[in-house]
């Protein structure tokens, strides 16, 4: 069974850093593209990164790009956000979720999601 | 960027009744367009990939239509457990974007 479960997230000043992870299991990590999905509160879905299944390929949207970094540890089968210079915009639950290997750049599964809350 | 416009916002049905969910591209997507319902609390699911194909384990009431710009989600005699969020997403290029969501309420 594919499980995704993210960590890392709370409630962080602006401007401050804040470092999420996700924890995969239940398919061969190191074989797909990897990303990231935020969902501000009340509010629809944003794409926040991609991550190639190496990691040697990052791609971001113009939103978080300069400021947050996606990274990989294909032996620990772990997801990485980096997110620095927070924003109160930045407020969401941020989902890790795998690419499809077969059907396109969608997202097959998602993770159960965890709190980001910039405030001062 | 590629903009999604997802009509209508919210939605009232009632049990057994057919609705459609309607996604518009600011351009052509050719077909890669995906649909995920997202229950309250939960994550979302994956329910429609290359704008008609149903994913694994999909109840065969959900469909998907469309091609170019203009996309749509039916859903088949309607059931309680069908009350969620609906949204589309665009994989077709970077960086890719969703719609709005449409919210799905029992009348």
């Known amino acids: 069974e594919v499980q995704l479960v993210e960590s890392g997230g709370g409630l962080v000043q602006p401007g401050r850093s804040l470092k999420l992870s996700c924890a995969a299991s239940?398919?061969?990590?190191?074989?797909?593209?990897m990303a990231w999905v935020r969902q501000a509160p009340k509010k629809g879905l944003e794409w926040v990164a991609t991550?190639?299944?190496?990691?040697?390929?990052?791609y971001y949207p113009d939103s978080v790009k300069g400021r947050f970094t996606i990274s990989r540890d294909n032996a620990k089968s772990s997801l990485y956000l980096q997110m620095n210079s927070l924003k109160s915009e930045d407020t969401a639950t941020y989902y890790c979720?795998?690419?499809?290997?077969?059907?396109?750049?969608?997202?097959?599964?998602w993770g159960q999601g965890v709190m980001v809350t910039v405030s001062s | 960027d590629i903009q999604m416009t997802q009509s209508p916002a919210s939605l009232s049905a009632s049990l057994g009744e057919t609705v459609t969910i309607e996604c518009r591209a600011s351009?052509?997507?050719?077909?890669?367009l995906a649909w995920y319902q997202q229950k309250p609390g939960k994550s979302p699911q994956l329910l429609i990939y290359?704008?008609?194909s149903l994913h694994t384990g999909v109840p065969s009431r959900f469909s998907g239509s469309g091609s170019g710009t203009q996309y749509s989600l039916k859903i088949n005699s309607l059931q309680s457990e069908d009350v969620a969020s609906y949204f589309c997403q665009q994989y077709y290029n970077y960086p890719y974007t969703f719609g709005a969501g449409t919210k799905l309420e029992l009348k």
């Open positions: 239940g398919f061969t990590f190191s074989n797909y593209y």
């Open positions: 351009e052509d997507i050719y077909n890669g």
């Open positions: 290359n704008a008609n």
């Open positions: 979720a795998r690419h499809s290997l077969l059907l396109g750049a969608l997202f097959d599964y």
């Open positions: 991550i190639s299944t190496s990691g040697s390929r990052t």
